[in-house]
């Protein structure tokens, strides 16, 4: 029977190991950064004619992550290849072989991956936070300012979430390329339709990216259904019940 510690460093070389994971958290970390200058930078370009008409408070901290809707499918596709992998190789049966328990094993699995993502994403977080008030010029704001600061670590957390999320539906699942059709048509096709169409809009509103996009928000809007810490609870279970799910497969089903 494998110790918790022991569990926690096979997970970890097994992670590291793998240069496909590790490409995906790098790419997360460019396209989240440099999409987000890209477009802090034309916005203080061209903040006029952007900010015509608008009434509500300009949002320097939600412009500069502008590009987190790019970090969202590359960390997507991490959390997929982090689990998915042992199943495509088949390393998988080797694993639980060195690791009966099944429960303690995805809880490992979590543990590992979600600490790298919260470290990947904080940094990436404060990272695209400052580079893109640099480029805002004028425009800026400061961690200071009311709000702000949460704003940041709630962009660090989501994207964490969305990692844990994509890894428990990969574990429900057992294979990576299903994984992927499910979850990248479902951020990016579904919830985007639904949130247009009106008599079901309400329930994209409970979506897993809607409710981690409120975490973002240093201004609550008019006319939002929620705020930023109702948006953290509801992007907290879905990752949950993924997690759970995964584990209740990963028990009853050989591998």
């Known amino acids: 029977m494998a110790s918790f510690p022991a569990i926690l460093r096979s997970e970890w070389t097994k992670i590291r190991s793998v240069r496909s994971t590790v490409w995906t958290l790098a790419l997360a ?30 949002d320097a901290t939600g412009t500069a992550f502008s590009g987190i809707m790019l970090g969202e499918l590359a960390i997507i596709v991490f959390g997929v290849l982090a689990i998915g992998n042992e199943y495509s190789s088949g390393m998988i049966r080797v694993t639980l072989a ?35 008030q640099a480029l805002l010029g004028e425009h800026s704001t400061s961690l200071g300012e009311p709000h702000v600061l949460r704003a940041v670590f709630g962009a660090a957390l989501y994207l964490t979430m969305l990692c844990l999320f994509s890894a428990g539906v990969t574990a429900m ?26 008599k079901v809009k309400t329930l994209a509103h409970y979506f897993p990216d809607y409710a981690g996009s409120r975490m973002l928000l240093v201004y609550e809007q008019h006319g939002q259904p929620y705020g930023p810490w109702a948006g953290f609870a509801i992007c907290l279970a879905w990752t949950l019940a993924a997690l759970v799910g995964g584990a209740l497969v990963l028990k009853k089903r050989d591998a």
């Open 98 to 132: 060195a690791v009966p328990q099944r429960g303690t094993l995805l809880t490992g699995k979590a543990v590992v991956l979600g600490a790298l993502a919260f470290a990947v994403s904080l940094v990436t977080a404060f990272i695209t936070f400052f580079v893109g």
């Open 173 to 198: 699942l057992h294979n990576q390329t299903l994984a992927l059709g499910v979850l990248v048509p479902f951020f990016f096709l579904l919830s985007p339709i639904l949130s247009a169409v009106p």
């Open 29 to 58: 970390f460019v396209v989240t950064v440099g999409l987000g200058a890209l477009l802090s930078l034309l916005t203080n370009n061209n903040f006029a004619e952007f900010r015509r008409g608008e009434e509500t408070p300009f």
